[in-house]
């Protein structure tokens, strides 16, 4: 009885198809999972994430490495292999940052956790202004007997207790209260 084989080794049901989703004794073993870490680390070309990786964290380490002040004056441009490209806004700034380029590589490398910078070029050129801290909100002042009234006047107007308690908490954040 040679005939067609079902999917446990016994005889074929009349009129079924095997199912596509199976693998195929004849395809040969399945290949072994990649770990994600391996194949990142091989791309090549522009989806290589390793130099990208390193400029960013030299781009983060930056205002720890020269402080607030220098930074503001002073971005990194680009990383290419070991030599960070530096953008200042001043020649002067440029040529003072010159002198302590070994000071700055230091603290970078050790910032950064490893030996990512070797050389840094400065030129003077346009720098993005870097986003200062918001300075701290002023206090809410206090509502006049007025502006209070108007609140619960038109806050008991509304059905809904939650409801009401975000109308009586946006009016009084409107009218500079703080709203709480």
Known sequence: M????GPYGGPAAPGRRKRAGRPDARRGPLPSPLRLSSLLTSLRGP???GPKLREYKVRKAWPGAVGEAIARNAEPARLMGSTLHVTVGSASLATELRFHQSDIMEKLNALVGEKVVSTIRFRHGAVRPRPTAPADAPAPRRLTGREEELVEETASKVADPALRE?????MKKSLG???R
């Open 2 to 5: 040679g005939g067609k084989k």
């Open 47 to 49: 989806l290589a994430v």
């Open 166 to 170: 975000l109308v009586r908490r946006a």
């Open 177 to 179: 209260g703080g709203g």
